[in-house]
Nanobody, 127 residues
Framework: QVQVVESGGGSVQAGGSLRLSCVVS?????????MAWFRQASGKGREWVGG??????SYADSVKGRFTISQDNAKNMVYLQIDDLKPEDTAMYYC?????????????????????WGQGTQVTVSS
């Protein structure tokens, strides 16, 4: 059984930083697997923020320069470092995993291509 679990969210002031973690169990992440982070603010749709595959990453324009995704395949984990947090970053953040290595791109922002999702971790930024 595959599980995806996020952690690391919290309440911070604008300008602060957070590091979100995502651990996958049930299969081994390789450098060929695609992972992604999405977020969903209250009353809004799910927004792709970035993706990774091995050492390659892609980011949404809205977060480029402030968000950094990294993978630690030895630990089966993916991280999202968020710097210079802004109130508009307030959202539930989700980690998504695609098990197949086919049709896998770091820039794939379509939620339907990801097979497994975590329950999310809340990030709240106050001004």
């Amino acid at each position: 059984q595959v599980q995806v679990v996020e952690s690391g969210g919290g309440s911070v002031q604008a300008g602060g930083s957070l590091r979100l973690s995502c651990v996958v169990s049930g299969y081994t992440i390789s450098s060929r697997n695609c992972m992604a982070w999405f977020r969903q603010a209250s009353g809004k749709g799910r927004e792709w923020v970035g993706g990774s595959r091995g050492g390659e990453t892609s980011y949404a324009d809205s977060v480029k320069g402030r968000f950094t995704i990294s993978q630690d395949n030895a630990k089966n984990m993916v991280y999202l470092q968020i710097d210079d947090l802004k109130p508009e970053d307030t959202a539930m953040y989700y980690c998504a995993a695609r098990r197949s290595v086919n049709f896998c791109s770091t820039a794939n922002s379509n939620p339907t291509v990801f097979d497994y999702w975590g329950q999310g971790t809340q990030v709240t930024v106050s001004s």
